[in-house]
Each structure stands twice: as structure tokens, then as C-alpha cells.
């Protein structure tokens, strides 16, 4: 980038924000970038500059007027607000410095008459934490080093906040699968199915119990980009034990996620490494990548001795890998049955609740649940396989008072799907990855 168009930049935001103060006469906060070195945008700084915007824009409920320009001499933001000039500038400093991001961020705020607000104390050095305007005036540091930590600040905030973002969204997904109501057989909203031992508080708090580890794995996905995806397994893994350890704190001991703990803390991390826009078909894809050969590799010689899980059992006994074997195929029975069934009935309006329900019923059609087999039989579990599909074949999304008996069916046969509640879980994830609704305020946006 050349100084002139450097500075031919500068002068264009000057004017645009004269033409905002004149025509609104509120507080206006100019939003840039302190990027050293000639490159002012790409990827990363634009990643940076919109997630300052996010908690700047938090911070502010009354912004009459909001202008993003991603310009490659540096990405540019403008935002009127209503509200008194130094009460907003403080705010502004605060976002400056509450994280380390926040030294890259330059938030001036101008009043109606043009005044630009002035910090009480300087800006810190990026580097050693000095006077910023003494290391410049000196030069200090070398050009490499400020943009190496320029780098790293961005990589580090970024990260952590789609790290954040994915971790949510599983956690939301455990909750909505435990509210889908009713479930046969399965903890709801309205009973404990076939469950004795737990109730939806026990899910609850193991959810929450699992929050961090949600966005670890997220994380872990993440900074495993360009590397082999077999070789984020083991760390999965690890992480995953510390996680069943928290889940059974939290739960005084109950299972009420570990499923859960495996295949959706692995579709976290799949989603991580692929990262936007997301993507269910890649994400399921990378999941069977990172999982080549598991089924070989933990259960081809296993002896009776050393199964101890119901689900290792259960391999020995009927050959059924179970989870294992959806996660090495790219969780085929989420993404061409249950998430389809899942969108198809919201799009046709039907509630997330009734929509999810059709959907963990057509999965049980379809795939083997080792939670119903360990409680039944492969003769049993065909018998009512075809049952439900017979049902689906004439209600595809029963009512809930269909749902009601067979929640009392299951119930009373002792049958909980649980298999399919962790794949439910998935579908919700991955339904809900998608972007969210453009903001509606005025606003424009010049991309790169």
C-alpha cells in the first residue's frame, strides 16, 4: 500500500465523517485499525476489525447509523450514536483495553461540532507496554517484530472467539435436543422416560458442565488447520476423559452426555478445522477424516476381557460398532436422513420440537442404536424398526399425541433411543452453524 493512497484514504474518511456529523449532529465513533507495516488489510485484519465491531456495536444499543468499509488501505467503521461524548469515549477505551486485541483498535470519538475527543493517558507500546508515541518517535522496535505481534494478537482473538462461538452452539445443541418434547423413552420436558436416575436438571447441568470443553475441542480444531486430521484424534481424546470427569461431577455420578462427549465435541472440532462458511457436508467429511480406520484400530482385536463399555460388548456380541462406525463414515445417518427431516419440517412449518422428533425417529429407522439394542435384542429392534417406518410412511412428523405413546411404549418396554439423542444433537449443530440474519440497520459494506 503507498503513502498516498494511504493518505488519500485518510482524507476520504475525514470527509465522510464531516457529512455524518452534519447531517445527524450526534457523537460519531470512527472505527480503524493500528496495523503496522505496509499490508493495512486481508483476511485476518478483517476478521479483527469485525469483531471489534461486534463488541463495539454491544456496547452501544442506540446507534442511529452504522457504515463498515472494508477497503484495502484499512478496514473503516462509522457509528452515530446517541448519548453523551465522554461517556462514550470512556466506553470506547475500555474496549481498547479490556482484551489484548483492543491495542490494535483506534476508536475516535468526534462530537457534533468536529472536536475529537482525547485520551487521559496515552497508548500503550505493542511491544513493551511503554509510551506508543516514544517507541515511534524512536523506532524502537523493528518493523518485523510489531507486525509478528500484530499477527499473533489477531490469530490468538480470532480464534478464541470462533472457538467460543462453536462451543456455544454445542452446548445449545445438547439443550435443545433435551427439550424436543415429547421423546420416547428419553429424558424431556415432560418425564424422565425410561430413565430412573436422571431428570432434564441432571442434563442441564451437565451441559453446562461441558461448556469448556465444547470450545476446547472447537480450539484444538482449529489450530490443527494444515495438519494431518488423524492426528487431532488423541487430543480429542484427552481432552474427552477430562470431560467425562466433569460431566459425572456435575451429575453425581449419572451418564448423561457421553455419547454426546465423542461424537459432538468431534463434529466441534471438524467444524473448527474447516472453519466459515461452514459447511454440514465438509464438516461430516472431515469428521470421517479425522476418524479414518477407528473402527479397526479400537475394536478389530478386542477380547472379551478388555470390553468393558456397553457399546465394546456389543461389538463383540453383534458386530456393531455403534458410534464409532457413524463417526468414521462422516455421520451418514445425520446427514441424509435426521438433518433433512429436521429442515424439512421447519421449512414447512412445523415446530423445532416436532420437527426434531420425526427426526430422531427417522434415524432409529435407519441405524442400529446400541442404547435400544443393549436393553432388547437385533429381533426386537427390527420388529419395531418397522414399525416406525410403517408410522412415518402415513404421519412423517407425528403429533404430539403420537409421540405421547410411544413415549409410554418405550417407557414401559424399558427402551431408550439414546443413540439417536446424541445424532439428534448433531443435527441441531449443524442446522443451526449456518450465519445468522444480516443486521438490518442502515449500512454498507465494501468488500476487499
Not at 493517558?121 to 500484530?150: F, M, N
Not at 427426526?359 to 429392534?381: F, H, I, N, V, Y
Request: include cysteine; hydrophobic fraction near 40%.
Amino acid at each position: 500500500m503507498t503513502l498516498t493512497e494511504l493518505l488519500a484514504a485518510r482524507e476520504a474518511r475525514v470527509q465522510r465523517q464531516r457529512e455524518l456529523l452534519h447531517t445527524y449532529g450526534k457523537p460519531l465513533v470512527s472505527f480503524t485499525m493500528n496495523i503496522p507495516g505496509p499490508v493495512k488489510n486481508n483476511e485476518l485484519i478483517t476478521a479483527g476489525f469485525l469483531l471489534g465491531s461486534q463488541w463495539l456495536t454491544a456496547q452501544f444499543p442506540s446507534i442511529l447509523y452504522k457504515e463498515e468499509r472494508l477497503l484495502p488501505t484499512g478496514c473503516e467503521g462509522f457509528y452515530v450514536i446517541e448519548g453523551k461524548g465522554q461517556e462514550i469515549k470512556a466506553l470506547c477505551i475500555q474496549l481498547e483495553e479490556r482484551q489484548p486485541i483492543g491495542r490494535l483498535f483506534d476508536l475516535d470519538v468526534l462530537l457534533p461540532t468536529g472536536e475529537k475527543l482525547q485520551r487521559p493517558h496515552p497508548r500503550s507500546c505493542l511491544l513493551c507496554g511503554e509510551d506508543a508515541r516514544i517507541c515511534a518517535r524512536c523506532r524502537r522496535h523493528s518493523l518485523q517484530a510489531l507486525e509478528a505481534e500484530t499477527v499473533k494478537l489477531l490469530t490468538a482473538a480470532t480464534e478464541q472467539a470462533e472457538a467460543e462461538k462453536l462451543g456455544a452452539l454445542a452446548v445449545q445443541s445438547l439443550l435443545y435436543e433435551l427439550c424436543t418434547t415429547p421423546k420416547p423413552g428419553l429424558v424431556d420436558m415432560n418425564n424422565n422416560g425410561c430413565h430412573k436416575d436422571m431428570d432434564a436438571f441432571t442434563f442441564c447441568a451437565s451441559a453446562a458442565a461441558l461448556s469448556d470443553y465444547f470450545r476446547s475441542c472447537a480450539l484444538l480444531g482449529i489450530q490443527s488447520r494444515g495438519k494431518d486430521p488423524e492426528s487431532l484424534l488423541p487430543l480429542l481424546r484427552c481432552e474427552g476423559r477430562l470431560a467425562e470427569r466433569r460431566m459425572y461431577e456435575a451429575t453425581a455420578g449419572i451418564n448423561t452426555h457421553k455419547g454426546a462427549i465423542f461424537s459432538l465435541g468431534l463434529m466441534t472440532a471438524a467444524a473448527g478445522r474447516i472453519g466459515k462458511p461452514y459447511n454440514g457436508e465438509a464438516i461430516c467429511g472431515e469428521c470421517s477424516r479425522i476418524c479414518k480406520d477407528l473402527v479397526k484400530k479400537d475394536l478389530a482385536s478386542l477380547s472379551r476381557e478388555e470390553a468393558k463399555s456397553k457399546g465394546e460388548q456389543l461389538y463383540l456380541r453383534y458386530g456393531t460398532a455403534g458410534a464409532r462406525a457413524q463417526a468414521e463414515a462422516g455421520f451418514p445417518t445425520v446427514l441424509h436422513v435426521g438433518l433433512p427431516v429436521l429442515q424439512k419440517g421447519l421449512s414447512q412449518g412445523y415446530d423445532r420440537s416436532r420437527s426434531a422428533a420425526a427426526a430422531l425417529l427417522a434415524m432409529l429407522c435407519e441405524e442400529t442404536d446400541t442404547c435400544l439394542l443393549s436393553r432388547s435384542s437385533p429381533e426386537a429392534l427390527r420388529l419395531l424398526q418397522g414399525e416406525l417406518r410403517e408410522l412415518l410412511s402415513q404421519e412423517p412428523y407425528p403429533d404430539a399425541q403420537i409421540l405421547s405413546s410411544l413415549d409410554r411404549r418405550f417407557t414401559a418396554e424399558n427402551l431408550s433411543p439414546g443413540g439417536m439423542a446424541d445424532l439428534l444433537s448433531l443435527c441441531f449443530f449443524l442446522q443451526d452453524l449456518s450465519p445468522s440474519a444480516p443486521n438490518k440497520r442502515a449500512e454498507t459494506v465494501t468488500e476487499l
